[in-house]
């Protein structure tokens, strides 16, 4: 698969939130009255579709005032340099993952995937649990979910749809591929984050959103929710995904502990 085949057009989850990133890696754009936030940036070979849907739905790349991401792997990083030289974003990570992002450690997830890490930047906030940060019209609450990173963050927002004010919510890291122990031992990163990992899912699993933001596009069932939409009913309005994709997700951790 080639990085253009990962292309996706950009979804409206709601009047404020769009999905503009690709098929492998999120992107959220949040438009606030303090200009536009990114949410993720996805792989860095993916970072000109971030551009050109932002061209699509009509939105200046120069409106781009703040970055937030979720954890700092390479495909939730990738475009965020490029960008800040571009715009001069703010940028806001888990104190946890600040050393990957600035590249003090191996822990980008690049050496997995066979590439060099060429995007570290220095992030401008560093975020700790239970921060809220007001930007614009919109209200970001954060929690550390440690885990599939040390600094991975859930993150829950308001915006609005039709003028009805709704939350939107990101479990910030899933995916087991950190905790096996092979991964543990090559970076000497503690086995304790796998209980961690646990422990995130339970603090955050009644939080049901109104608007479920995949961590990966499928984690919220992206493309069945995309089916249904039809003009009428908006599909993303619904939350139903958020216990249903972190049940899977402690039955698989479960699983491969018990393994391991
Ligand atoms: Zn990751």
């Not at 950009?10 to 606030?32: E, M, N, Q, R, V």
Request: with cysteine.
């Amino acid at each position: 698969m080639k990085y253009w085949d990962y292309y996706l057009e950009p979804t409206k989850y709601t009047d404020d939130c769009y999905h503009i990133g690709s098929k492998s890696a999120p992107c959220w754009l949040i438009k606030s009255t303090d200009g536009l936030i990114l949410l993720d940036t996805g792989l860095p070979q993916t970072a000109y579709q971030i551009m050109l849907n932002l061209k699509l739905l009509g939105c200046d790349y120069r409106d781009i005032k703040h970055i937030i991401h979720s954890h700092g792997h390479i495909d939730h990083i990738g475009g965020t340099s490029a960008l800040v030289q571009l715009t001069g974003a703010k940028t806001y990570i888990g104190r946890g993952d600040a050393d990957t992002v600035k590249g003090l450690n191996q822990l980008q997830w690049t050496n997995e995937f066979g590439m060099p890490f060429e995007e570290a930047f220095e992030p401008d906030v560093l975020i700790q649990n239970g921060d809220e940060i007001v930007i614009g019209d919109k209200k970001f609450t954060f929690y550390e979910t440690p885990g599939h990173t040390q600094g991975t963050l859930t993150i829950f927002f308001n915006v609005t749809e039709k003028g009805k004010k709704l939350i939107a919510g990101m479990f910030g890291g899933a995916g087991l591929n950190t905790m096996s122990k092979s991964y543990l031992d090559k970076y000497n990163l503690p086995y304790s984050l796998r209980e961690d990992f646990l422990n995130s899912i339970d603090r955050i699993y009644n939080m049901i959103p109104d608007v479920h933001l995949g961590n990966h596009p499928e984690n919220s069932n992206h493309f069945q929710k995309l089916a249904k939409a039809n003009g009428e009913n908006n599909p993303f309005i619904d939350g139903s995904t958020w216990q249903s994709f972190l049940d899977t997700q402690k039955a698989n951790a479960i699983e491969l502990f018990r393994k391991e």
